[in-house]
């Protein structure tokens, strides 16, 4: 099956700063999301973003479908960032999203 | 409000126990999913389900069963025969059944096995 790689695996951060999260996939894929787990375990949907490019406030994020990548810039980081930030692919005809591992982010004051 | 809700958010068994999970959605979602989230891991996919009546296994099934009998909700099963029934269940649905379908997830029940 397809595999998902996400870099780095923990990001420490003072507030303010700027990030670049990444999530490589090893075949094409026809949906990529971006979530942020809150500590109750909550799944937020960032980005719905199998290819192109998207903002939102202070994130955004670039999917590159013919390399196989994409990227989650979050700028002026806040405490309230901090959390585990899940890439997760779907592809072909099937709905079922594969998830990579997450990337922890802790923003600190 | 329109969401996916989850219940109960924790619950305990004992080994040799089975237990449901509840997952309604009022979205009016074609599709609806669970996934297994394990501590440190992202979530692997347990079953889902595009249409009523019909649902397919995921990649780990083993030891879990579904129903579909109606589009708002999809329970989840664990039966005795899981070997480490211990983690964070999440379910999700999607408008879409193509595969292009932005999915939306509940907020989670933590299953402990005593």
């Known amino acids: 099956g397809i595999q998902v790689e996400q870099s780095p695996p923990d990001l420490i951060l003072q507030e303010g700063a700027n990030s670049t999260l990444r999530c490589n996939f090893s075949d094409s894929v026809n949906n990529l999301q971006w979530f942020h787990q809150n500590p109750w375990g909550q799944l937020i949907n960032l980005f719905y973003i199998p290819s192109g490019t998207k903002q939102n406030g202070r994130l955004s994020a670039t999917t590159v479908a013919t390399e196989r990548y994409s990227l989650l810039y979050i700028s002026s980081s806040q405490t309230t960032d901090s959390g585990v930030y899940f890439c997760?692919?779907?592809?072909?005809?099937?709905?079922?999203?594969?998830f990579g591992k997450g990337i922890t982010l802790s923003v600190r004051p | 409000d329109g969401g996916i809700t989850q219940s109960p958010k924790y619950l305990f068994r004992k080994e040799g126990q089975n237990v449901t999970l509840s997952c309604e959605q009022n979205?009016?979602?074609?599709?609806m999913y669970w996934y297994r989230q394990d501590p440190g891991q992202g979530l692997r996919l347990i079953y889902y389900?595009?249409?009523?009546?019909?649902?397919q296994k995921g990649d780990i099934a083993e030891g879990y069963s579904v129903s579909r009998e109606k589009k708002e909700s999809f329970p989840l099963t664990v039966t005795s025969a899981q070997k480490n029934p211990t983690a964070f269940y999440l379910c999700?649905?999607?408008?879409?059944?193509?595969?292009?379908?932005?999915?939306?997830f509940g907020p989670g029940t933590r299953l402990t096995v005593l």
């Open positions: 997760a692919v779907g592809t072909g005809a099937n709905s079922k999203l594969t």
């Open positions: 389900s595009q249409i009523v009546n019909d649902f």
């Open positions: 999700a649905s999607s408008i879409v059944t193509s595969g292009r379908g932005e999915q939306f």
């Open positions: 979205l009016n979602h074609d599709a």
